[in-house]
């Protein structure tokens, strides 16, 4: 159907930041208020997990905790999804609570089945135990310690969104995975721990820490493939979540087609023969933040999936378990990040984006003015398309490069290049696989709003309208939420960690009858909660 420009929610989903109606009174206890209402205080439920010292040790079971202290019976481990990647460990985690005015919805039946299936899993969290402990971890984890004691770990509260489907709230963090040692041992001293008997875990950390996490936590770890979790955590935040999916258009116009003759590097307002009438580019006026409305699951497919990260990786998905990658390309994110730091002297990403943030392409760029000294009106071309990238450098004298060009203006046109390059792929790729819809994902992405930018305008270009450059307000944030989804279909499927019997827990774990000191530089409020 048409696209609108305002996002429009489905039923059964919540946008962020915006409460329900209120559908009548109640005489049931309110909710407590969801982490990021309590940010920013040391709670007040934190002591109680103390343990005194006649508390033996707990029993672990096949599917339960058996112990005689206040993590008896529970298992909240349908609450996590965890994604450890090479560089950010992202978690999400679920609470069953709401804003104001949310009223249970109906039956999940119009649910994709993996989904259907975690939100039969959460109702083992409705008894007192897991609803104990589910208090001790939200509380936990909205202290304001733990921020203090790990300085990595960061909480997208802006992110976080309602589920009616689910019936909670989903929540947003991450943190360094060089931090991952820090963390398992601050785990590791906590009593929370006894309280998850496995973890939903995807990416390539979650090979690497499996052995840490089952044998310092006795957590089992359910690993999930990688593609899978992105594949299905995309599905569910697209159908889910009003205003997750965006675009970009032109800045100004609702409607842009008086642009859609010119070629993506044409200058606003030039003609077949006239030179340029205004100094800024159609494409670097794309810049007006567009939200698309939810897609019913049924309408999702098929759709290509663009992945930048330090290469690029081009999916196409057809439906529920059915995807293939169908192309991809070593010049991505890594090769910008790598070239530019050869051409800049710059060391990280960050600041090489502001620095193109800057610049100005056309000082390295040869243009078609440059070889024919006009536009080329014969084949379309004004004078102020690329012809050749950094191509100006040709015939500039080698010790001329450096004070002709600024390290900006060289990262603009690296950066440029490389986008255009992955636009056109993308592009090509959707032709060639007939979908309309690409997404684009990646590092790459986060924060770089110019490739953002150039790719809409791009795809919108080069189809004529008739495909669509579209990003996700979750970005990074996929494979956890897979993780955690998928999951629920392997939990109960699986063995203890290691094969063990959690009849005699090895000493190593918290489980065992010595429980480990907190680590030494843990801030006093959380080294009250560890177990002596």
């Known amino acids: 159907g048409e696209m609108t420009d305002a996002p429009v929610p489905l039923a059964g989903a919540q946008p962020r930041g915006e409460a329900a109606p209120v559908a009548g009174g109640g005489g049931g206890a309110a909710s407590p208020p969801p982490p990021a209402a309590r940010r920013g205080r ?4 934190l002591p109680t997990l103390a343990v005194s010292e006649s508390d033996g040790p707990p029993v672990r079971t096949r599917g339960r905790l058996s112990s005689n202290d206040w993590t008896r019976g529970a298992d909240i481990g349908a609450i996590f999804g965890l994604d450890v990647g090479g560089s950010l460990a992202k978690l999400v985690f679920f609470e069953r609570t709401a804003p104001p005015g949310i009223v249970r919805p109906p039956s999940a039946s119009s649910l994709a089945k993996p989904t259907m299936e975690r939100a039969r899993s959460l109702e083992v969290l409705n008894t007192p135990a897991c609803s104990k402990a589910l208090r001790s971890f939200y509380d936990f984890m909205a202290s304001e310690e733990i921020t203090k004691y790990l300085g990595s770990v960061v909480h997208e509260d802006h992110l976080a969104f309602y589920s009616q489907d689910l019936g909670g709230m989903i929540h947003f963090v991450h943190f360094a995975t060089s931090d991952m040692d820090r963390v398992l041992q601050l785990i590791r001293s906590h009593k929370l721990a006894h309280a998850v008997l496995r973890l939903g875990c995807t990416g390539g950390g979650s090979f690497k820490y499996q052995k840490e996490i089952e044998e310092q936590l006795g957590v089992q770890v359910v690993a999930v493939d990688e593609m899978e979790t992105l594949v299905r955590g995309i599905e569910f935040v697209v159908s889910t979540v009003a205003g997750e999916c965006y675009t970009y258009k032109l800045e100004g116009d609702e409607d842009a087609e008086e642009d859609k003759e010119r070629d993506p590097l044409v200058e606003d307002g030039q003609g077949a023969e006239d030179e340029p009438t205004s100094a800024k580019k159609v494409s670097e ?7 698309r409305p939810a897609v019913a699951l049924q309408d999702i497919f098929p759709y290509l999936l663009v992945s930048i990260g330090s290469g690029v990786s081009i ?17 991505g994110g890594g090769t910008f990040f790598g070239l530019a730091r050869l051409i800049t002297g710059c060391s990280s990403y960050d600041e090489l984006l502001k620095l193109a943030q800057c610049g100005d392409a056309t000082k390295c760029d040869m243009l078609v003015g440059d070889i024919y000294g006009r536009t080329f009106s014969k084949i379309g071309l004004a004078s102020d398309v690329v012809a050749s990238s950094f191509g100006r450098l040709m015939s500039m004298p080698t010790e001329d490069i450096e004070q002709l060009t600024k390290p900006e203006d060289r990262a603009r ?3 440029m290049m490389i986008t255009n390059n992955i636009g056109q792929v993308a592009y090509l790729n959707a032709v060639q696989h007939n979908t309309s819809r690409i997404y684009f994902i990646g590092n790459f992405l986060r924060r770089n709003k110019i490739s953002c930018h150039r790719l809409s305008y791009a795809i919108d270009y080069w189809s004529s309208s008739q495909m669509e450059a579209r990003f996700l307000e979750h970005e ?5 939420l897979g993780a955690w989804i998928l999951s629920a279909s392997q939990e109960e499927d699986l063995p203890l960690p290691l094969g063990q019997s959690r009849a005699t827990p090895p000493p190593s774990s918290p489980n065992g009858p010595h429980a480990p000191e907190p680590p030494a530089d843990a801030p006093a409020a959380l080294r009250a909660v560890f177990p002596r």
């Open 42 to 45: 040391t709670s007040p439920l």
């Open 413 to 415: 046109a690296l950066l």
């Open 476 to 480: 990074g944030y996929f494979g956890a």
């Open 285 to 291: 006026r794309w810049t007006a933040k567009v939200q």
């Open 315 to 331: 999916v196409r998905v057809d439906g529920f378990n059915s995807y293939q990658r169908v192309s991809g390309s070593s010049i």
